[in-house]
C-alpha cells in the first residue's frame, strides 16, 4: 500500500492499493470522487500492533489513546469511543431518560441517526427551522417550540460550524432541558474560541469514511456533566458495569442499567489512532482547500449567481465541506449532471427529515421550515477530503463551466 511505505512523516496524498483503480466517469474520463478515505501512513503498522499486544475487542491500549486524543481535540474531560456517531446518539438518548411521548427538539436539516436516536427510545422529533445564513437550527423556532413534554436540545454543527450554542443554553437553562451537540461534522471547530465537544451537556461524532478523521465507521461521546459520565461508561458497556472492572475498581462486573454493545474493538480504535493523532494536519490541509473553493467562485456570489458558505464571526470551522447554494432545484440539478457528466461527483444534502416517510409517521414540526425546504433544494457539495491536491482545479473548471454558461 503506497502510504504504508510513505518514511517522511508527512500526510500522503493519497490512498493507492496497489492495483486500484479510479472509476471512470461515463465518458471514460477519470471521476473525482465527492469523497475518497485517505490514509495518513500509519494505520496498518497500529493495526499490527494491536494484533501484536493481543486485544482485539474494545478498550483496549489504542481505545484508551484515541479516548485522550479526543478529549484534547474536544477540549472535555470524558471521551468515550463508540462505533459510529450513531451510537454515540443514542447514548445520548438514553442519557436524557426519554420516556414515550418525551419531545426533543432538533432542525430537519440533518441526518437521520439525530432523529432516530430519539425515535428508538420511544420519543418525538421536533423539527424546527435552520437560520438562512449558518444552515444551523434556529435559536429562537427552538424555544418557541418547547412544549412541557420538551427533555433535550439536539443541535447539530453543520458543515463544521458550530449552532449558536450561548443562545441554545440560555432556551436549555430556562427549561431544565439537556443540550447534545450532534457535533458529527465538527471535530477541532470552534464557537466563541471554544471547542465543539465542550458547548453542551453531550456531543456525538463521527470518524465514518467521509469526515475529516476516519476509521471507516466510528464514533465518540464527549461528556461535559461528570455526574453523567458514569452511567455513559456504563450504557456504552451492555448496561454492565465492565469499566470499573477494566480499571480494578469492583472485582466482578455485572448488569446494572440498560445498554448496547456502543464500543468499537481495537482493529478499529488502531486505525483511528493513526488518523486522530495527525487531526491537525488534517484540518489544516482541509482548510486550505475549503479556502481555495471560497476564492474561486468569490466573484460567482458577488454577481449574484450563487452563494458560497457564511458562518458566524463567533466559529471557526474545520474545512469539512464546501457547499454552493444555487439559484432553484433545476438550477442545482442540471449542476450535479453538469459535473456528473465531466467525471465529478457532487450531491445534495439532506432530503429533509420532516418530509421523509419515517419524519412523518415518527415526529412533529414546529412553526414554518421553510428555509428547510428553501436550502435543501438548492444545496450541492462538492469534492473535499485530504488526497484531493490538483483534482480541485479540475473541479472548479467544470463548476464554472457551467456556472458562466448558465448565468
Ligand atoms: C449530522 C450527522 N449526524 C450523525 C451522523 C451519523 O454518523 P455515523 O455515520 O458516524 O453514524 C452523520 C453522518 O453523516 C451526520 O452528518
Known amino acids: 500500500m503506497a502510504s504504508s511505505v510513505d518514511t517522511t512523516g508527512k500526510l500522503c496524498l493519497d490512498w493507492r492499493v496497489p492495483g486500484h483503480v479510479e472509476r471512470s466517469g461515463p465518458s471514460g474520463v477519470r471521476t473525482v470522487p465527492f469523497n475518497r478515505p485517505s490514509l495518513v501512513g500509519d494505520e496498518i503498522d497500529n493495526i499490527l500492533e494491536a494484533i501484536r499486544r493481543g486485544q482485539l475487542s474494545g478498550d483496549g491500549h489504542f481505545t484508551r489513546e484515541c479516548n485522550r486524543i479526543v478529549c484534547r481535540l474536544t477540549g472535555t474531560k470524558a471521551a468515550l469511543l463508540t462505533h459510529s456517531c450513531t451510537a ?18 432538533m432542525p430537519s436539516f440533518t441526518f437521520v441517526s ?8 420511544g420519543a418525538v422529533p421536533v423539527f424546527v427551522d435552520i437560520d438562512p445564513e449558518t444552515l444551523n437550527i434556529d435559536p429562537a423556532a427552538a424555544a418557541a417550540a418547547v412544549s412541557p413534554r420538551t427533555r433535550a436540545i439536539f443541535a447539530v454543527h453543520y458543515a463544521g460550524f458550530p449552532a449558536d450554542m450561548d443562545a441554545l443554553a440560555e432556551v436549555a437553562q430556562a427549561h431544565d432541558l439537556l443540550l447534545v451537540e450532534d457535533a458529527a461534522q465538527a471535530l477541532g471547530s470552534r464557537y466563541k474560541g471554544r471547542l465543539a465537544g465542550s458547548l453542551g451537556d453531550l456531543a456525538a461524532f463521527s470518524f465514518h469514511e467521509t469526515k475529516n478523521i476516519i476509521s471507516g465507521e466510528g464514533g465518540a461521546l464527549t461528556v ?3 455526574d453523567l459520565v458514569p452511567r455513559a461508561e456504563i450504557i456504552r458497556e451492555k448496561g454492565t458495569n465492565r469499566s470499573l472492572f477494566l480499571r480494578g475498581q469492583v472485582d466482578k462486573y455485572t448488569w446494572v442499567d440498560v445498554g448496547s454493545s456502543f464500543l468499537p474493538g481495537e482493529l478499529i480504535t488502531a486505525f483511528l ?5 495527525r487531526a491537525e494536519e488534517i484540518t489544516a490541509r482541509r482548510l486550505g482547500m475549503f479556502d481555495r473553493y471560497m476564492d474561486a467562485f468569490a466573484d460567482l456570489e458577488a454577481s449574484g ?7 458566524s464571526p463567533d466559529c471557526e470551522g474545520n474545512g469539512h465541506m464546501f457547499y454552493l447554494l444555487l439559484r432553484d432545484i433545476d438550477d442545482r ?11 465529478t461527483i ?14 412523518v409517521r415518527f415526529a412533529r414540526a414546529s412553526g414554518d421550515l421553510s428555509v428547510t425546504d428553501d436550502i435543501s433544494a438548492r444545496l450541492v457539495r462538492l469534492p473535499l477530503f485530504f488526497g484531493l491536491g490538483g483534482e480541485i482545479d479540475h473541479v472548479i473548471q467544470q463548476a464554472r463551466q457551467y456556472l458562466e454558461q448558465a448565468s
Open 333 to 343: 440539478d442540471a449542476f450535479i449532471g453538469h459535473l456528473r457528466k465531466q467525471g
Open 273 to 277: 489512532h493513526a488518523q486522530l493523532s
Open 305 to 311: 449567481r450563487l452563494r458560497r458558505p457564511r458562518w
Open 346 to 359: 457532487a450531491p445534495f444534502h439532506y432530503v429533509p427529515l420532516h418530509s421523509s416517510p419515517a419524519g
Open 224 to 226: 461535559n456533566r461528570p
Open 114 to 121: 439525530t432523529a432516530n436516536a430519539v425515535v428508538l427510545r
Open 88 to 105: 454515540a446518539l443514542e447514548m445520548a438518548a438514553i442519557l436524557a431518560d426519554l420516556e414515550a411521548g418525551d419531545e426533543v427538539i
